[in-house]
């Protein structure tokens, strides 16, 4: 499978391929596109043609990933608790989730409210104003699987 690039939505071009059957997510945050995916894989691009395969440091599947311009940080959310912080999508530090046994299968930045949350399929988000500190929230439903953002409505939605 190949990735493709578009300058218009009605302009799409294949782009060198990224072995997308591994990538699970892609971003764009810091003029660069951040991809991420099984078995630890962690790729960035500046053109959206040409990807450089970074050493993530972990070897689980990574679901999620945000850039906050506020903390100019790269966050990804992944297997067994998961997650990653880069300021250049290069070199990533691991940090404690305490949710260790968990998917973490997406992340999000909301520069509004200046937090980070992460959506898990357990009864619980982790919220973090840094991207270190990481603090579980009881939600009281299980398996989610997205999370987003609404500037306009001011309020995350999961699902």
């Not at 990224?18 to 810091?30: K, Q, Y």
């Not at 999508?89 to 997406?106: F, I, R």
């Not at 509004?112 to 357990?122: D, E, H, M, Q, R």
């Not at 973090?128 to 989610?144: E, L």
Request: net charge negative.
């Amino acid at each position: 499978m190949e990735t493709e690039t578009a300058i218009s939505y009605h302009d799409w071009e294949p782009a060198t391929p990224v072995a997308s059957d591994t990538i699970l997510a892609v971003i764009f945050g810091n003029a660069l596109f951040l991809a991420v995916g099984k078995g630890g894989t962690v790729r960035t691009s500046v053109d959206g043609t040409r990807w450089t395969q970074q050493n993530s440091t972990v070897t689980a599947d990574l679901y999620g990933a945000c850039w906050s311009p506020h903390k100019s940080v790269f966050v990804i959310s992944g297997d067994r608790g998961t997650i990653l912080t880069s300021p250049d999508g290069v070199t990533w530090t691991k940090q404690s989730s305490g949710a260790d046994a968990y998917a973490l299968s997406a992340v999000v930045w909301s520069e509004a409210i200046k937090l980070f949350v992460v959506v898990s399929g357990t009864s619980q988000l982790l919220i973090s104003a840094d991207a270190s500190t990481w603090n579980p929230q009881n939600v009281g439903s299980r398996n989610r699987r997205g999370v987003c953002w609404s500037d306009h409505l001011g309020l995350f939605l999961y699902a």
